[in-house]
């Protein structure tokens, strides 16, 4: 049975760091794309960061340069160092690993980042 999940989320300060981590079991994701969503209240979910198997990254452009994605694929884990938190980072983040027609995602964690 293929889970994913996250770790890490909680209450921060706007200017703060956070770390998230998604360790994921069932099968091998070397050779899945994995990433960071998120979805805000009243907002539709959206893709934050990614990584695929040969370590080529993308990020949304509201995170790039504070926000960094990595993998470990012999641990088969991918975390998210978050910097520079400001308020409207305010989400549910989840954790996903794609590959074709394969797609699996996290339950969430909740990051809250006060004024």
């Known amino acids: 049975q293929v889970q994913l999940v996250e770790s890490g989320g909680g209450l921060v300060q706007a200017g703060g760091s956070l770390r998230l981590s998604c360790a994921a079991s069932g099968r091998t994701f070397s050779n899945y794309r994995l990433g960071w969503f998120r979805q805000a209240p009243g907002k539709e979910r959206e893709s934050v960061a990614t990584?695929?198997?040969?370590?080529?990254?993308d990020y949304a452009d509201s995170v790039k340069g504070r926000f960094t994605i990595s993998r470990d694929n012999a641990k088969n884990t991918v975390d998210l160092q978050m910097n520079t938190l400001k308020p409207e980072d305010t989400a549910v983040y989840y954790c996903n690993a794609r590959r074709g027609p394969f797609d699996y995602w996290g339950q969430g964690t909740q990051v809250t980042v006060s004024s």
């Open positions: 990584i695929n198997w040969s370590g080529t990254t």
